[in-house]
Protein backbone atom coordinates (compact mmCIF):
# COMPACT_ATOMS: atom_id res chain seq x y z
CA UNK A 1 0.00 0.00 0.00
CA UNK A 2 1.19 3.71 -0.29
CA UNK A 3 2.46 5.35 -3.52
CA UNK A 4 2.63 2.87 -6.31
CA UNK A 5 3.81 3.04 -10.02
CA UNK A 6 1.35 2.00 -11.83
CA UNK A 7 1.62 1.87 -15.87
CA UNK A 8 -1.17 2.81 -18.13
CA UNK A 9 -1.06 -0.51 -19.96
CA UNK A 10 1.13 -3.22 -20.62
CA UNK A 11 3.36 -1.58 -23.07
CA UNK A 12 5.78 0.19 -21.05
CA UNK A 13 6.47 3.23 -23.37
CA UNK A 14 3.04 4.56 -22.54
CA UNK A 15 3.71 5.36 -19.10
CA UNK A 16 2.31 5.74 -16.01
CA UNK A 17 1.67 7.65 -12.77
CA UNK A 18 2.38 7.36 -9.02
CA UNK A 19 -1.00 5.86 -7.36
CA UNK A 20 -1.51 6.05 -3.69
CA UNK A 21 -3.12 2.88 -2.86
CA UNK A 22 -4.87 3.46 0.39
CA UNK A 23 -6.08 0.54 1.33
CA UNK A 24 -6.37 -3.98 0.58
CA UNK A 25 -9.66 -3.49 -1.59
CA UNK A 26 -7.56 -1.04 -4.01
CA UNK A 27 -3.89 -3.02 -3.92
CA UNK A 28 -6.15 -5.95 -4.38
CA UNK A 29 -8.19 -4.84 -7.46
CA UNK A 30 -4.64 -3.46 -9.07
CA UNK A 31 -3.11 -7.12 -8.43
CA UNK A 32 -6.15 -8.69 -10.38
CA UNK A 33 -6.01 -6.08 -12.95
CA UNK A 34 -2.82 -4.46 -12.85
CA UNK A 35 -2.91 -0.88 -14.78
CA UNK A 36 -4.85 2.05 -14.30
CA UNK A 37 -6.96 3.56 -17.02
CA UNK A 38 -5.83 6.66 -19.25
CA UNK A 39 -7.57 9.46 -20.13
CA UNK A 40 -8.66 8.12 -23.31
CA UNK A 41 -10.27 5.48 -21.76
CA UNK A 42 -12.10 7.09 -19.39
CA UNK A 43 -13.43 9.73 -22.10
CA UNK A 44 -14.10 6.29 -23.78
CA UNK A 45 -17.14 4.68 -21.01
CA UNK A 46 -17.81 1.65 -22.09
CA UNK A 47 -16.15 1.97 -25.92
CA UNK A 48 -12.29 1.81 -26.90
CA UNK A 49 -9.59 4.01 -26.11
CA UNK A 50 -6.45 4.46 -27.72
CA UNK A 51 -3.65 2.01 -28.35
CA UNK A 52 -2.41 3.01 -24.53
CA UNK A 53 -5.58 2.19 -23.15
CA UNK A 54 -6.41 -0.51 -20.66
CA UNK A 55 -9.71 -1.11 -19.25
CA UNK A 56 -10.09 -3.75 -16.20
CA UNK A 57 -10.05 -0.86 -13.27
CA UNK A 58 -12.40 1.50 -15.55
CA UNK A 59 -14.34 -1.95 -16.32
CA UNK A 60 -14.70 -2.56 -12.76
CA UNK A 61 -15.36 1.45 -11.60
CA UNK A 62 -18.47 1.71 -14.57
CA UNK A 63 -20.03 -1.98 -13.37
CA UNK A 64 -20.03 -1.08 -9.79
CA UNK A 65 -21.29 2.54 -9.79
CA UNK A 66 -23.66 0.63 -12.45
CA UNK A 67 -24.78 -1.54 -9.95
CA UNK A 68 -24.74 -0.05 -6.65
CA UNK A 69 -24.38 3.76 -7.05
CA UNK A 70 -22.44 6.41 -6.01
CA UNK A 71 -18.87 5.41 -4.71
CA UNK A 72 -18.11 8.63 -2.49
CA UNK A 73 -19.56 8.98 0.96
CA UNK A 74 -20.04 12.44 2.98
CA UNK A 75 -16.63 12.22 5.32
CA UNK A 76 -17.47 11.30 8.76
CA UNK A 77 -16.45 12.50 11.70
CA UNK A 78 -13.61 11.03 13.79
CA UNK A 79 -14.91 10.68 17.51
CA UNK A 80 -12.83 9.34 19.60
CA UNK A 81 -12.11 8.89 23.69
CA UNK A 82 -16.87 8.87 23.51
CA UNK A 83 -17.78 5.29 24.86
CA UNK A 84 -17.16 5.75 28.56
CA UNK A 85 -18.44 9.44 28.36
CA UNK A 86 -21.57 8.68 26.22
CA UNK A 87 -22.63 5.20 28.91
CA UNK A 88 -21.70 7.51 31.38
CA UNK A 89 -23.93 10.27 30.29
CA UNK A 90 -26.79 7.89 29.40
CA UNK A 91 -26.68 6.05 32.81
CA UNK A 92 -26.96 9.08 34.95
CA UNK A 93 -29.90 10.36 32.33
CA UNK A 94 -31.49 7.85 30.90
CA UNK A 95 -31.04 4.02 32.08
CA UNK A 96 -29.07 3.80 34.84
CA UNK A 97 -29.76 -0.27 34.85
CA UNK A 98 -27.47 -0.69 31.44
CA UNK A 99 -23.97 -2.58 31.46
CA UNK A 100 -22.24 -1.07 28.53
CA UNK A 101 -22.67 0.67 25.51
CA UNK A 102 -21.63 0.47 22.34
CA UNK A 103 -21.39 3.36 19.63
CA UNK A 104 -22.26 1.70 16.69
CA UNK A 105 -22.20 4.48 13.73
CA UNK A 106 -22.17 7.91 12.67
CA UNK A 107 -24.04 9.86 9.79
CA UNK A 108 -26.63 12.64 9.16
CA UNK A 109 -29.81 10.44 10.02
CA UNK A 110 -32.09 13.56 10.68
CA UNK A 111 -31.09 15.68 7.48
CA UNK A 112 -30.03 18.72 9.20
CA UNK A 113 -26.51 18.87 8.03
CA UNK A 114 -24.44 17.41 10.70
CA UNK A 115 -23.47 13.84 12.10
CA UNK A 116 -25.69 12.40 14.67
CA UNK A 117 -24.04 9.45 16.89
CA UNK A 118 -25.98 6.15 17.01
CA UNK A 119 -25.72 4.25 20.16
CA UNK A 120 -26.81 1.02 22.01
CA UNK A 121 -27.04 0.63 25.45
CA UNK A 122 -27.09 -3.03 26.70
CA UNK A 123 -28.73 -4.61 29.46
CA UNK A 124 -27.08 -6.98 32.09
CA UNK A 125 -28.62 -10.05 30.04
CA UNK A 126 -26.21 -8.89 27.20
CA UNK A 127 -29.81 -10.04 25.15
CA UNK A 128 -31.55 -6.52 25.61
CA UNK A 129 -31.08 -3.76 24.83
CA UNK A 130 -32.34 0.30 23.30
CA UNK A 131 -30.82 2.03 20.62
CA UNK A 132 -30.37 5.87 20.79
CA UNK A 133 -29.44 8.63 18.61
CA UNK A 134 -27.23 11.26 19.78
CA UNK A 135 -28.66 14.22 17.20
CA UNK A 136 -25.07 16.41 15.68
CA UNK A 137 -25.36 20.12 16.01
CA UNK A 138 -22.61 22.95 15.77
CA UNK A 139 -21.73 22.86 19.13
CA UNK A 140 -21.53 18.83 19.36
CA UNK A 141 -23.67 16.06 20.34
CA UNK A 142 -27.24 16.63 22.01
CA UNK A 143 -29.05 14.70 24.19
CA UNK A 144 -29.71 11.29 23.36
CA UNK A 145 -33.35 10.38 21.58
CA UNK A 146 -34.63 6.95 21.73
CA UNK A 147 -35.08 4.68 18.84
CA UNK A 148 -35.84 1.04 19.45
CA UNK A 149 -35.74 -1.24 22.42
CA UNK A 150 -34.55 -4.69 20.98
CA UNK A 151 -35.91 -7.51 24.33
CA UNK A 152 -34.55 -10.85 25.08
CA UNK A 153 -38.01 -11.93 24.14
CA UNK A 154 -37.04 -11.36 20.58
CA UNK A 155 -33.65 -13.23 20.63
CA UNK A 156 -31.95 -10.32 20.34
CA UNK A 157 -28.33 -10.19 21.07
CA UNK A 158 -25.71 -8.02 20.39
CA UNK A 159 -23.23 -9.74 18.72
CA UNK A 160 -25.73 -10.81 16.41
CA UNK A 161 -26.94 -7.23 15.10
CA UNK A 162 -24.66 -5.14 12.63
CA UNK A 163 -25.74 -1.53 12.41
CA UNK A 164 -24.65 0.39 9.60
CA UNK A 165 -25.40 3.53 7.92
CA UNK A 166 -25.39 4.47 4.52
CA UNK A 167 -27.67 6.41 2.11
CA UNK A 168 -29.34 2.84 1.44
CA UNK A 169 -32.81 3.97 -0.71
CA UNK A 170 -31.13 6.95 -2.73
CA UNK A 171 -33.24 9.68 -1.37
CA UNK A 172 -29.72 11.64 -0.30
CA UNK A 173 -30.20 11.30 3.63
CA UNK A 174 -27.82 8.85 5.44
CA UNK A 175 -29.99 5.89 6.57
CA UNK A 176 -29.63 3.65 9.63
CA UNK A 177 -30.45 0.30 9.24
CA UNK A 178 -29.62 -3.06 11.73
CA UNK A 179 -29.01 -6.59 9.99
CA UNK A 180 -29.69 -9.17 12.66
CA UNK A 181 -27.74 -12.59 11.73
CA UNK A 182 -29.60 -15.00 9.78
CA UNK A 183 -32.59 -12.16 9.57
CA UNK A 184 -33.88 -9.50 6.98
CA UNK A 185 -32.70 -6.02 6.92
CA UNK A 186 -34.39 -3.48 8.65
CA UNK A 187 -34.75 0.38 7.96
CA UNK A 188 -34.33 2.33 11.36
CA UNK A 189 -34.55 5.82 10.20
Known amino acids: MGPNYVQWSPN ?3 GGTIVNVQNWSTAALYDYTPYQPNAAALAAGYGKGDSCSAYGNRNFF ?14 RPLITNYNSNLCTYLKATRE ?20 DLAVTSTYPDGQSFNLWLF ?5 GLGDPVFQQHFSSSQYWMINNLKITATNINGDAYTDLY ?3 LLMPMTVLR
Do not use: K
Open 96 to 115: PHISYCTPVQSGDFNGDGYA
Open 178 to 180: YVL
Open 135 to 139: PGSAT
Open 12 to 14: ASC
Open 62 to 75: LYFTEWFGDTTLPD
